[in-house]
């Protein structure tokens, strides 16, 4: 399994931007897919998941903010992210689990100026 993320930048506060992620392999569409993040200094964090069959979950502080989708036919987990505060800095990483295996992409950075 590989995931490549993409879609950080630099955005001002109250700004958007939109994180996407793509797998390969054909088990994508039956795993459930996470994206975290790590902020200097701190350990990593959930922000959102999403399983195979669309149920989301969400870190208190991203609720109402930030939205996890996923396209099945595309390979892709998409984040989008909207009303950004500086404290969202980060890297920002998705990831899957097959069986005890965590798989991550690549990171992808996120900064919010304030």
């Known amino acids: 399994v590989q995931l490549q993320a993409f879609g950080g930048g630099l955005v001002q506060a109250g700004g958007s931007l939109r994180l996407s992620c793509a797998a390969s392999?054909?088990?994508?569409?039956?795993?459930?897919m996470g994206w975290y993040r790590q902020a200097p200094g701190k350990q990593r964090e959930l922000v959102a998941a999403?399983?195979?069959?669309?149920?989301?979950n969400y870190a208190d502080s991203v609720k109402g903010r930030f939205t996890i989708g996923r396209d099945n036919a595309k390979n892709t987990v998409y984040l989008q992210m909207n009303s950004l505060k500086p404290e969202d800095t980060a890297v920002y990483y998705c990831?899957?689990?097959?069986?005890?295996?965590?798989?991550w992409g690549q990171g992808t950075q996120v900064t919010v100026s304030s």
């Open positions: 392999g054909s088990i994508f569409r039956f795993n459930a």
């Open positions: 990831n899957t689990r097959v069986g005890i295996q965590d798989y």
């Open positions: 999403i399983t195979s069959g669309g149920t989301t």
